[in-house]
């Protein structure tokens, strides 16, 4: 009964995502990233791309730690800046545009930028991430997590007094049996 339930959702899902104009991004529109420590959030994370601004991943990262930025919001100069060189960021919506946020942590040396969103129970809506007005450019990616994902990763680091998880990045669920996959239990997929 599991599996046939499980497959139900799926093609549920698959229906949903795929087959309704206006109602959600496109699976290919998503990407997916996996924590690997701490255990406690070892779940796979939804994320989505910035719209027309930011890089593409060419390389898949085994692991590669996640570092919260310092601030937050990335606007400006970071306190831990040299923690985020090679590494992917984790950065929190707000004070500055998408853009800004992912230049500042391209110009640290990041691979990457992960922009949660400030709504800390946000766990259902994504964000189209787009360009500001500055005709400014980023060559790194840059992704949009949800508020309620990001909360729970910073929340997580700091009951474990970390500078950072370890992510494996992107990862291909499309390989992964539906009743095999860990994501968030606060999430619906």
Same mark, same amino acid.
Do not use: M, N, T
């Given at each position: 009964a599991g599996r046939g339930a499980a497959m139900l959702l799926w093609l549920w899902?698959?229906?949903c995502v795929c087959c309704c104009p206006g109602r959600g991004l496109r699976i290919h529109e998503y990407l997916y990233f996996q924590v690997l420590s701490p255990g406690d959030i070892r779940y796979i994370f939804t994320a989505t791309p910035a719209k027309d601004f930011g890089g593409v991943f060419n390389t898949r990262y085994e @692991?590669?730690?996640?570092?919260p930025a310092d601030p937050p919001e !990335?606007?400006?100069e970071l306190n831990n800046g040299v923690f985020i060189q090679d590494q992917i960021a984790l950065v929190e919506r707000g004070g500055c545009s998408f853009l800004s946020k992912t230049r500042v942590i391209q110009e640290h040396g990041g691979r990457a930028v992960i922009?949660?969103?400030n709504a800390y129970d946000n766990d259902?809506?994504?964000i189209e991430m787009i @360009?500001?007005?500055s005709r400014r450019t980023a060559d790194i990616? !840059?992704?949009f997590l949800?508020?309620?994902d990001g909360y729970m990763i910073r929340r997580s680091l700091e009951q474990h007094g970390l500078p950072w998880a370890i992510i494996s990045i992107p990862v291909n669920v499309t390989s992964i049996p539906t009743y095999e996959m860990m994501q968030p239990p606060w999430t619906f997929w």
């Open positions: 899902l698959w229906l @692991q590669i730690h996640l570092v !990335a606007c400006g922009i949660a969103d259902s809506f994504y @360009q500001d007005s990616p !840059a992704l949800l508020g309620r």
